[in-house]
C-alpha cells in the first residue's frame, strides 16, 4: 500500500461517494428486483470466469443490458456485486475493487440516465427496431466517456500509482492520455453495446430471458478465443527468446546480450518515432540478431586462445546462418534483413557483403549501434565494461564510418531521457575464464 | 507439413462421398424445382437471409487449422431454416425454399474462392444443403401447421436451441464422415475432434442461428446486422488465432532447423520425421491436440544435440550408446522447457530414448520415426523396405510394434518409400 499518494486516495473516495450517489434514489423508483438480481448474478458470474480464465477486459454486455432495461439507479445497482467481488490480482486490492465498483457504478448510472431521457426503454419494450438504436448508440458513447474521463483522472493524477489501468510508467499529458483512452475503448464497448441492446430487446419479447442469455454465448465464446490468442502469442514470445537461449548453451560469454540488444534497438525505434508495431519488429530483431550462431562450431565460439584468419571467416558466416533460420519466420518482416545485415558498416568495410551507406536496410542500422553499444557496456570475461558516456563517446566518434549517425544520435537521446536500466535476468556473473583480447563477433570491435 | 496435411484424394471415389453428394443434389434440384414451380414466398426476407449468407461466405477462410470456415453464412443460413416470425408477422416460406435461397446465397458468395482456385467446394455445398435442409424439413412443415403455436415464449426458444443442437450433430457427423471417405484417417478421432470443436465456435454458431431467428421475429430484419457484428468478432478472433497457431508453428520449425544449420543434423530431417510422424500418430488414432504435441515434439527431436560440442556423425543418434541417447534427450527436454512450449512435447522429447515399454505413445512414435528416417536416408532404392525390417527384428526392445506397424502401413498407403518426398 505505501505508493499509493494521498491525492489518488481522495480521487477515488470522490468517484465512491458520487456512485453512492447514483444508488441513492433506489428506495424511491419502482425496481424490479428479480431482474436487478438476475442481471446481477450473470455480471458477477461473468466476471469470475473471465478472472479464473484470466481473461483480458470487463464483460460489458450485461452491464449495458441493465443500462436499457432499467431505471437508472437499479441499472447501477448491477454493477455492484460484480466488480465488488471480483477477484484482483495486484495490490492494493481493497482499494482497487472500490474503484473498480465506483467506476463501473458511475458509468453504467450515467449510461442508463441517457438512455433513459431519449425514451430508449420504451423504443427496446416495443422493439421499434431503428428508432432504438439511436438512445442506445447515445448511451454507449456516453459510458464509453464517462469511464475513459474517470480513467484519465486517475492517470492525470497519479501516473503509476496502483488503480493505473495501465502499467504505465513516465508522465502522459493529461489530454492525450483522455482521448487514447476514449479511442482505444469505443469499439470493444459498441460491439458490446450491440449485443447488450440485443438482450435487452429479447428480455422484454415474448421469449424472455432464456433467449436474451443465449446473445451471451457467442460473445464467451468470442472473448475465450481472444484470451487463447494472448495466450498463445505469449507462447509464442517465449519460443522466439528460446532460439536465443539456444544460442547461450554454445556461448555463454554473452549470456543477456541478446535481451539487452533488444531493448536498446526499441529505445531507438521509439526515439525516431516509429509506429508500435515497428518496434516490436525491432525489439525482436535484437533479440535475434546472433541466432546464426548456432550455426558456428562451439569449440570455435568457447576457444581459448587468438582466432586464425579461417576461423575469423568461419565466425563472420553467423548473420547468413542467422538469416536462414529466420528466413521462414514470416512475422518477423524487416528484422530478419537486420538479422542478415548487422555487421555492415556504412563505410562498406561490413560483412557480409560491404554494403554502404542507404543500402543497408534501416532495421539493420538500428541493430548495429545497439548491438555495439551493449558490448561496450557489459562485462566480458577479457576486459571490464566500460561507463555509458564513455561508451557513447565512442559511438559518436565512429558515427558516419561505421554506424548511423541518425541512430547514434537517437540513442543518446533516449538514454539521457530514460537513462540505461538493463534488465539482468538472464546476466548472471559467471567465473571468468581467460579470453584473448582479439575482439570477439560482436559488435564490438573497430 | 501442411501439404501432407490436407486431404488426398484417391483415384476411386467411396461410397459414402458419392452418396452424401448424390442426396445433397437430389435435394437441392427437388427444392429448386419445388420453388420455381410455387414461386418465392416474402421475397425481402428471402433477399436479406441471401445477402447475408453471401457476405459470410465471401469471409470465409480455409486451410488446414479452421474449424468453421464461414460462421456467419452458417448462423445465417440456421436461423432462415428456423425463422418462424418477422417482426411479429408469421412467415411463410417452407422448406424448399430455405435450401434453394441458402444455396444460391452460397454460390454467390464462393464465386470469387472459385476464382482464386481454393478449397473442395462440393464437400462443403452439400453438408451446408443438407444440415440446412435437415434443420428446414424438422422445423417448417409443423410450424407451418401451427403445432408450435401454443408453445409459451420460454419453450419456444428452448426448442430452437435443441433443434439447433441436433442437427449441429448431424453435421459433426457427417463432416468427420465426409473427411475420413476421402483422407482413410479412422473415424473416430476425426469425429472426436469434430465433436470438440463443437464446444467452442460451433457452440457460437448454434446460439447466435437460435438468437437471429428469435430476433428476427421479434424486431424484424434490423436484427441482422444488429446481430451479426458480434459473430464477425468472433470470427475476426478465430482468424487471429489461426495466425498467431501459424507462425508459433513456423518459429518451431526454425528452432528445429538450428541443428541442421549448426551440422548437427542433414537437412530437412526434422521436418520429415515430424510429417511422418503425424501421418503415423493420426493412423493410431491420436486427437488433434495430441497431434500438435507429437508434431513439435518431432520437429525438436534433436534439439539436445545443440549442446554437443562435436556434432554425432550425420546426426545419426539411433546408433550412439543408449546412455549418451538419453543425455541428449534430457538436453534437448531441457531447452524444450524453456521454449513455452506445451511441457508434454518436453516430456516427448526428454523421454525418446527411454526404453519403449515406459515411454508415452508419442515417444515411441518419434523414436521408431526417426531411427527409420536415419536408416532409409541414405541407404538407396532399397532402403526404406531394410529399414522397416530392421525396425521389425528391433520391436522387441527399442522400437513399440504396434508403432512400426503403424508406420508400414502408412508407408504403403501413401507411397513415402522415398524420403526425398517429404
Known amino acids: 500500500m505505501e505508493a499509493v499518494p494521498a491525492r489518488a486516495r481522495a480521487y477515488v473516495a470522490c468517484v465512491a461517494v458520487a456512485a453512492l450517489l447514483c444508488l441513492l434514489p433506489l428506495p424511491a423508483v419502482r425496481t424490479p428486483w428479480w431482474e436487478v438480481a438476475l442481471l446481477a448474478a450473470l455480471s458477477a458470474g461473468c466476471e469470475q470466469a473471465a478472472a479464473h480464465r484470466r481473461f483480458a477486459g470487463t464483460f460489458y454486455p450485461v452491464l449495458l443490458a441493465g443500462a436499457f432495461l432499467l431505471p437508472p439507479p437499479a441499472a447501477a445497482l448491477v454493477a455492484l456485486p460484480g466488480a465488488l467481488l471480483s477477484p484482483v490480482e495486484q495490490r492494493p486490492r481493497g482499494l482497487r475493487r472500490v474503484w473498480r465498483a465506483a467506476q463501473l457504478t458511475v458509468g453504467v448510472w450515467a449510461a442508463a440516465r441517457v438512455h433513459g431521457a431519449m425514451g430508449g426503454r420504451d423504443t427496446v419494450l416495443a422493439s421499434d427496431f431503428p428508432y432504438a438504436l439511436v438512445p442506445a448508440v447515445v448511451a454507449v458513447l456516453v459510458f464509453c466517456l464517462v469511464l475513459s474521463l474517470l480513467d484519465g483522472g486517475i492517470l492525470a493524477l497519479a501516473v503509476g500509482a496502483p488503480p493505473t489501468p495501465f502499467g504505465q510508467w513516465g508522465r502522459i499529458p493529461v489530454r492525450r492520455a483522455w482521448r487514447g483512452l476514449f479511442l482505444r475503448s469505443l469499439a470493444p464497448v459498441a460491439v458490446h453495446g450491440l449485443a447488450g441492446l440485443m438482450m435487452a430487446v429479447l428480455w422484454r419479447s415474448p421469449y424472455g430471458p432464456v433467449a436474451a442469455l443465449l446473445v451471451l454465448l457467442p460473445m464467451c465464446v468470442s472473448w475465450w478465443v481472444f484470451a487463447q490468442y494472448h495466450r498463445e502469442r505469449a507462447a509464442h514470445q517465449a519460443t522466439i527468446r528460446a532460439l536465443v537461449q539456444a544460442v547461450d548453451i554454445k556461448d555463454e560469454y554473452t549470456r543477456g546480450h541478446s535481451e539487452r540488444v533488444g531493448q536498446a534497438s526499441m529505445m531507438i525505434a521509439r526515439e525516431l518515432g516509429m509506429d508500435d508495431d515497428r518496434i516490436e519488429v525491432l525489439r525482436f530483431a535484437g533479440i535475434l540478431h546472433d541466432v546464426g550462431k548456432l550455426g558456428v562450431p562451439t569449440r570455435l565460439l568457447r576457444k581459448d586462445g587468438p582466432l586464425t584468419p579461417q576461423e575469423r571467416r568461419i565466425i563472420e558466416l553467423h548473420p547468413e546462418y542467422g538469416h536462414e533460420m529466420v528466413r521462414g519466420i514470416s512475422f518477423l518482416g524487416e528484422a530478419r534483413a537486420a538479422v542478415l545485415h548487422h555487421h555492415e558498416r556504412l563505410d562498406g568495410s561490413g560483412y557480409p557483403y560491404g554494403l554502404t551507406g542507404g543500402q543497408i536496410p534501416e532495421s539493420a542500422r538500428v541493430v548495429a549501434v545497439a548491438d555495439a553499444f551493449d558490448a561496450m557496456t557489459s562485462t566480458r570475461s577479457y576486459r571490464r565494461a566500460r561507463p555509458v558516456c564513455a561508451a557513447l563517446e565512442e559511438l559518436e566518434r565512429c558515427a558516419g564510418s561505421q554506424f548511423d549517425p541518425r541512430m547514434v544520435t537517437a540513442l543518446v537521446h533516449a538514454l539521457s531521457r530514460h537513462g540505461w536500466h538493463p534488465a539482468v535476468t538472464a546476466d548472471e556473473p559467471g567465473v571468468p575464464r581467460p579470453r584473448p583480447a582479439v575482439p570477439g563477433p560482436t559488435g564490438a570491435r573497430r | ?422
Open chain 2, 1 to 422: 507439413m501442411s501439404a501432407r496435411c490436407a486431404p488426398k484424394t484417391s483415384c476411386r471415389v467411396p461410397p459414402i462421398l458419392t452418396l452424401v453428394h448424390t442426396s445433397a443434389a437430389l435435394l437441392a434440384t427437388g427444392s429448386l424445382a419445388f420453388v420455381l414451380w410455387t414461386g418465392l414466398e416474402e421475397r425481402g426476407t428471402a433477399l436479406t437471409f441471401g445477402v447475408l449468407i453471401a457476405v459470410g461466405e465471401l469471409n470465409r477462410r480455409s486451410g488446414p487449422h479452421v474449424r468453421e470456415a464461414a460462421p456467419l453464412g452458417a448462423a445465417g443460413a440456421l436461423s432462415y431454416a428456423l425463422l418462424g416470425e418477422s417482426a411479429g408477422a408469421p412467415t411463410h416460406h417452407g422448406a424448399a425454399q430455405v435450401v434453394t435461397v441458402v444455396l444460391a446465397a452460397s454460390l454467390v458468395g464462393s464465386v470469387p474462392h472459385v476464382g482464386r482456385g481454393q478449397g473442395p467446394l462440393a464437400d462443403q455445398l452439400a453438408r451446408r444443403v443438407l444440415t440446412v435442409g435437415f434443420a428446414a424439413v424438422c422445423f417448417q412443415p409443423l410450424y407451418n401447421q401451427g403445432t408450435f403455436a401454443q408453445w409459451g415464449g420460454p419453450a419456444y426458444a428452448l426448442l430452437l436451441l435443441a433443434l439447433l443442437s441436433l442437427t449441429a450433430l448431424c453435421d459433426a457427423v457427417l463432416a468427420a464422415a465426409l473427411a475420413h471417405s476421402r483422407t482413410r484417417w479412422p473415424f473416430g478421432p476425426l469425429l472426436r475432434d469434430e465433436l470438440r470443436a463443437l464446444l467452442g465456435i460451433g457452440s457460437a454458431v448454434v446460439a447466435t442461428g437460435a438468437v437471429m431467428a428469435l430476433a428476427v421475429a421479434v424486431a424484424g430484419l434490423w436484427a441482422l446486422p444488429v446481430f451479426s457484428v458480434p459473430l464477425l468478432l468472433t470470427q475476426l478472433s478465430v482468424r487471429r488465432y489461426a495466425a498467431v497457431r501459424c507462425t508459433y508453428r513456423q518459429t518451431i520449425a526454425s528452432l528445429a532447423r538450428a541443428t541442421e544449420i549448426a551440422g548437427y543434423t542433414p537437412a530437412g530431417h526434422a521436418h520429415r520425421v515430424a510429417a511422418l510422424s503425424r501421418e503415423v500418430g493420426r493412423d493410431l488414432g491420436l486427437s488433434r491436440p495430441e497431434l500438435t504435441v507429437l508434431e513439435y515434439a518431432a520437429l525438436m527431436h534433436d534439439i539436445g544435440q545443440l549442446s554437443l560440442v562435436d556434432p554425432v556423425p550425420a546426426g545419426a543418434t539411433a546408433s550412439l550408446p543408449l546412455a549418451e541417447q538419453r543425455r541428449i534427450a534430457l538436453l534437448g527436454g531441457a531447452v524444450v522447457r524453456q521454449t513455452g512450449v506445451d511441457a508434454a512435447v518436453a516430456v516427448v522429447v526428454e523421454r525418446q530414448a527411454d526404453p519403449c515399454r515406459e515411454q508415452p505413445l508419442a515417444a515411441r512414435i518419434v523414436r521408431a520415426v526417426n531411427a527409420y528416417e536415419e536408416k532409409a536416408r541414405d541407404a538407396g532404392p532399397g532402403g526404406p523396405l531394410t529399414a522397416l525390417e530392421e525396425l521389425r527384428l528391433g520391436t522387441a526392445g527399442d522400437y513399440a510394434p504396434e508403432v512400426v506397424e503403424a508406420l508400414a502401413r502408412v508407408l504403403s498407403r501413401d507411397c513415402l518409400t522415398s524420403p526425398a518426398t517429404g
